[in-house]
Every structure is written in C-alpha cells, then in structure tokens.
C-alpha cells in the first residue's frame, strides 16, 4: 500500500507527463515510453543504434571533456601561480591567506549548484553551458590584474558562482569515464602548461603568475565560443533547431532510439516534475546523502594534491619552480590510465563497491608514504598512489550514483548534494593545509 505522500508525488507525476505529451519538435516523448514499456525484448544495440551513439559521443564528450579540463585548470592554477611570484606580489605567506583563497571558492560553488541544476532543464545546456564558460573566462584574466589578494578573493565568489553550473550540467548530461579521463589528462597537463606561461615574465611588464592567469582565462573564452556550437541539447529538444546553427542535432526517429534506450535502462526518460513536496520526498533517502558524504571524503584528499602537490614539491622537497610544475604532471598520467583501468574492471565484473575500496586503499598508502618516508624519491613515488587512487574514484563514485538513482528529478537532487559534498571536501582540504604546518604539512 502506497502513503498519502507516495500517491500526491504520483499525481504530480502524472501531471507532468500530461505536461510532457505535447510534443517537442515533432517528438512525443510520452509515446515513446509507452511503446517502450510495452516492447518485452530487450533492446539489442544494432548498427543504427550504435551510429547514433557514436554521434553523440564524438560531438558532446570531446568538448564537454576539454572545457571542463580549463575549468580545473581555473580552479586548481593557484599552486602554480604561487609559486611563480603571485605569493611574494599579493603576499600569500601572511597568515591563512592562501587558504582562504583556496577555500572561498567552494562556497558559492554548493550554494548555486542545486539552482543551476534547475536553469540548466529550462534553458538547456546548448546555451547555458558556454555562456557560464565565458564568463568565468573572463574572470580568471582578472585574476591576473589583481593587485592586492583581496581582489583575487573577489574573483575566486565569482568564479565559484559561475563554476557551479558547468560541473552538475555534465554530470546531468553524461556518467562517462572518457569524460574524466581526458579533464584529468588536461588538468595535470595545466602544470607544464603553467610552467610555460611563467617563463614569459617580463613580457609586457607582467609577472609570470599574471601570464598563467591571462592565458588560460583567454583560453576559456575561445572554448566557450566553441561551446555554442558543439554542446547539444538533451535528448527531448535535440530535434529542434539550435539557436545558433538553426540545424537540429538529431533526427525525430534518432531521438526516438536515444530515449526508449533510456527508458529500458532508468524508466525516467520523461521527466518528473520537481516541487518542494517532492525535493522533501527524496531527501529521506539516505543513500544520497551516503553518495554526498563518499564524494567529500574522496575529495579531501583530491583537492589536497591538486592545491598544494607544486608546493610541497618546491618548498619542502626542495625542487626548482620549473621542476615543481613539471613533476607535478606524471602522476596525473598515471592517474588516467588507473582510472581507465579500474572503471573498466567495475563495468566488466559488476563491481563498483570493491573497486572504490581497492583505490581508497592505495590512496591511504600513497599518502602515508608522503608524509612518513623521508626518502624524497620515495615520498614522489607516493604521490603517484595517491592522485591516482583518489582521481579514479571520481567518476566511480559518480557512475555509482548513477547505477543506484532512478528519477530525473531524484538523480538532480543527488547530483547536487554529492557534487556540494565534493566541494565540502575542498573547503576541508583547503584548511587541513595550514600556512603554520608549511612546508612538509605532516
């Protein structure tokens, strides 16, 4: 027997599928889910099916992948700008000022996360997403004219506001281990680029941390422009034409295909209708708040290498600025071709769990042999455990979610607390790394 709560959330349910009946484009999302759930034999992925996922997948990952690389990049650039004079300008050394620098990012980040999972369903992520990316370009080369750390305090608000809307958009679009795969590869990449961009000091009476910031905010901004032409919209409204190529994506008979395959896989494939009643609804369930609180442990310790790996490497290991930056890019290596080999194990054994657990362990390891050994090739050879274990649990703590959460509205929700929960571990991370425990942080 069904509470009176489960029968009103059945009601507006049924509400808004009388809402999804009309149809998008000459695409009635509610037709398809009936004929789905009639349909008794699995669906077979035949070449159609195929042709139109690879479609999707070479135009959505490649960009989606690259721009969230920059947004990391403009997340995590801090270490390589302190260290190539941004700490001696706006005096980063005084006090906690690093640390809050690090830490005030994340605070706008949770609080908008959840409104800019709702934006993203009403105006789409083909306009939403690049516009965001644009303007937090923008912002990081200001980053690099700021004169007094304050200023760039301001920035990091902004930046954490604008921010909040990309990473729960991509989550919302795609649970993809290429997708991480490649952010990861470009994000460790971002420390050689960094190192390059330092070695044009002078160069129009700037320093050589205001070049990392200039450059890679200009970067930003070219992919956002890109952005409007590459992202898609979501499956119901990719049939109507896009309001810069004025061309639609994908067929009436493809979308058809990508949403019954979504109705066999979740059975959300229309989507529920959100209200307070409902939010409150889904909140009872304590898996999402498990999901959340796994994704803030995890990213304790990820967070913690992506702010202060360049300068534990300089400034306690002893290497040069140049040497800090480039050795700061092979675990990250590594860390890619981890993640790529964990996630396939979970998806060929069904085992998820297990291997979340396994790179928890060689993290714990990796991260004990950085703060005990003295040995510093030794205490390196950590780091390599340590980024790696933690990085690949990212999209297998995602993809866990994802198996686990049926209901567009539901998955929305867990998406917010367990990427807020995310940001709760860099606000942690951010103030475990204290300024008195510099430069070995034990």
């Given at each position: 027997m069904m509470s009176s709560k489960e029968k009103d959330l059945e009601a507006e349910k049924a509400e808004q599928i009388s809402v999804n009946d009309k149809v998008h484009?000459?695409?009635?999302?509610?037709?398809?889910?009936?004929?789905?759930?009639?349909?008794?034999?699995?669906?077979?992925?035949?070449?159609?099916?195929?042709?139109?996922?690879?479609k999707i997948d070479?135009?959505?990952?490649?960009?989606?992948?690259?721009?969230?690389?920059?947004?990391?990049?403009?997340?995590?650039?801090?270490?390589?700008?302190?260290?190539?004079?941004?700490?001696?300008?706006?005096?980063?050394?005084?006090?906690?000022?690093?640390?809050?620098?690090?830490?005030?990012?994340f605070i706008p980040y949770i609080i908008f996360q959840f409104p800019a999972n709702i934006i993203i369903r009403k105006l789409g992520p083909a306009i939403w997403l690049p516009s965001l990316v644009i303007c937090w370009g923008a912002v990081t080369i200001g980053m690099g004219f700021t004169t007094h750390w304050t200023q760039a305090l301001g920035c990091r608000v902004i930046l954490g506001v604008?921010?909040?809307?990309?990473?729960?958009?991509?989550?919302?679009?795609?649970?993809?281990?290429?997708?991480?795969?490649?952010?990861?590869?470009?994000?460790?990449?971002?420390?050689?680029?960094?190192?390059?961009?330092?070695?044009?000091?002078?160069?129009?009476?700037?320093?050589?941390?205001?070049?990392?910031?200039?450059?890679e905010g200009?970067?930003?901004?070219?992919?956002?422009?890109?952005?409007?032409?590459?992202?898609?919209?979501?499956?119901?409204?990719?049939?109507?034409?896009?309001?810069?190529?004025?061309?639609?994506?994908?067929?009436?008979?493809?979308?058809?295909?990508?949403?019954?395959?979504?109705?066999?896989?979740?059975?959300?494939?229309?989507?529920?209708?959100?209200?307070?009643?409902?939010?409150?609804?889904?909140?009872?369930?304590?898996?999402?708040?498990?999901?959340?609180?796994?994704?803030?442990?995890?990213?304790?310790?990820?967070?913690?290498?992506?702010?202060?790996?360049?300068?534990?490497?300089?400034?306690?290991?002893?290497?040069?600025?140049?040497?800090?930056?480039?050795?700061?890019?092979?675990?990250?290596?590594?860390?890619?071709?981890w993640m790529f080999a964990t996630a396939w194990v979970a998806d060929r054994y069904r085992k998820r769990g297990l291997i979340i657990i396994f790179n928890c362990a060689w993290t714990v390891i990796g991260v004990c042999m950085m703060a005990y050994i003295e040995n510093p090739r030794t205490r390196y050879a950590g780091v390599f455990l340590g980024v790696s274990g933690a990085n690949a649990n990212v999209p297998s703590l995602l993809s866990y979610m994802h198996n686990n959460i049926v209901g567009q509205m539901k998955r929305s929700i867990a998406s917010a607390l367990l990427i807020g929960g995310g940001a709760c571990g860099g606000i942690a991370a951010s103030n475990i790394f204290r300024q008195q425990d510099a430069p070995k942080y034990t």
């Open positions: 484009g000459g695409l009635d999302v509610q037709d398809i889910v009936n004929q789905t759930s009639v349909s008794s034999p699995p669906e077979r992925d035949d070449k159609e099916t195929r042709r139109i996922i690879r070479l135009r959505l990952l490649p960009t989606l992948a690259i721009i969230y690389a920059f947004a990391l990049i403009d997340r995590v650039n801090l270490p390589n700008a302190r260290i190539a004079g941004m700490d001696t300008d706006l005096q980063l050394s005084v006090g906690s000022r690093y640390s809050i620098l690090t830490m005030i990012f604008l921010e909040a809307g990309y990473y729960p958009g991509c989550v919302f679009l795609l649970s993809c281990c290429g997708f991480y795969l490649l952010a990861l590869l470009a994000s460790g990449f971002s420390n050689i680029l960094a190192w390059g961009l330092s070695e044009m000091k002078g160069l129009g009476g700037l320093n050589g941390w205001q070049w990392i910031f200039a450059i200009a970067i930003t901004i070219l992919l956002g422009f890109m952005g409007y032409v590459t992202i898609i919209d979501f499956p119901d409204k990719s049939t109507e034409p896009s309001p810069v190529t004025r061309r639609p994506f994908l067929t009436v008979d493809e979308a058809g295909i990508i949403l019954s395959r979504i109705q066999r896989d979740r059975g959300d494939a229309v989507a529920d209708k959100l209200t307070w009643s409902s939010i409150r609804f889904h909140l009872r369930d304590w898996k999402i708040w498990e999901f959340a609180w796994l994704y803030f442990l995890n990213n304790v310790v990820a967070y913690s290498w992506g702010y202060f790996l360049p300068i534990i490497l300089r400034n306690d290991l002893g290497y040069t600025v140049a040497m800090s930056q480039i050795m700061s890019f092979p675990p990250y290596v590594l860390a890619a071709a």
